[in-house]
DNA sequence: TTTTAGTAGTGGTATAGACAACTATATTTC
DNA sequence: GAAATATAGTTGTCTATACCACTACTAAAA
């Protein structure tokens, strides 16, 4: 079942099998998977191993444990998985739709002091701002401003900030978002937000700031998004 | 340094004692902490041991570990935690502000068909009604409904919908909400919401529908909030 | 019939060791 | 001096075992 000579850990790979099983269905919502005594029989490991696998599943939340009784297979908490940290073009593939970005602004720019303060910089420190148009069905669902630092991001152009700015990052310079922090607010839009969105000035429109950092607590850009509301509402899934 | 006698165990009392360690600047953010055998040495356990504590402190969030050269403290990512399950007391509580609740309906009903569909309920089946007004330093903050399942709350009365539904739940009950799914969407008030709210009708307002489950997946209650979006913006962490 | 005690099975905690993969530094070799 | 090589220290993975606490069930005792 399991192969040695790949380099995927042994633990990786009896999660993967857990993790299929529950796809499958063979192993329900609500039923017991086999004890670990059993798995690591199964598969001729220890059962540290076994456990190593099962506790990853557990703190993902796919599995839980009941003490003398046995291991679970949780409740989907998701129909989608809908991750709470994604791009624009992933949220709108997520949600069925095709993606498109129209560029307003590129520019370089001495950092204002509010956006500084957020990216924690030094004076004078030039940052990139980013305005684009983001449109799902050809149609206009939000306004973004980007904010990054210059020197976090050496090969940027304006082709790369025409499409997702985010699979560049992550793909082409292997930097990783690890989190970020959202304020959502309900506002009426301006003139120029109306405009641009294609809809009445004083309609209701949702206001989200993000601040978000890469791995180790490096502040990694501060994104202003104004979306229309009568097209997108933000789903979140919270724990604990 | 470790109590063997102590009912908790060992790898819970290195947890506390590194995150003191951290709390106290000792081991400042960014700085390598002891290696693993070190602590397992000092401590007197095996490095298994020392290994499942610092595991847990990853998983939190609290350290990082760098293959081939050792375990750093993290930065932290909070000025406050801003929990994201909380009650609006709670949640008011955090924001500093004084919180109060106007009870305006309270019944027991039959569920109608997309709340029954929300809390997973067989037809005919039973649920409270609550809706009150939400007043954050004596001002309205929000209109809030809840529904939930009257067979989960069997001595509810209109006394406890007057102050923490949750904090019964949690506190007198016993049960603990686990996770959640809210669907956050901006909106112009009604002339309804205008009038309990006390702003202008086709004001912006941050519409909330929240579904909150117990542990093993059992459906709690969908909430439908409707805040003041002059007075109020949802704040959230995401992870990864 | 009811209660008690036993027992088998589960996850929870912990040990002592082993080798692999990776990083940084020092040493040798060219 | 520069490049290749060792080596010491780190986390990553894994083994085989042990005993504890808890649950569910069974068998014996009241």
Redesign the interface.
Known sequence: MLNKDLPLPLYYQIEEYLKRKIEEREFG??ELIPSERELSERFQVSR?TVRQAVTNLV?A?VL?REKGKGTFV??R?IEQPL???TSFTEDMRQRGMSSSSKLIAFEAMVAPGEIREKLKLKDEEEIYCVRRIRMADRKPMAIETTFMPVKLLPGLTEKIAKGSIYHYVEQELGMAI???????????ADEEQAHLLDILP??????IERSS?L???IPFEVVRST?R?DR?????????
Chains 1, 2 share one sequence.
């Open positions: 919502v609500g540290m703190n939340g839980y949780a409740e908490k991750k709470g940290l690890s989190h970020a922090r959202q304020m959502i607010e309900a506002r009426a004083q309609s209701p429109v949702l206001h950092l791995s180790k607590g979306y509301a997108y509402s933000f789903i979140s899934d919270i724990e604990r």
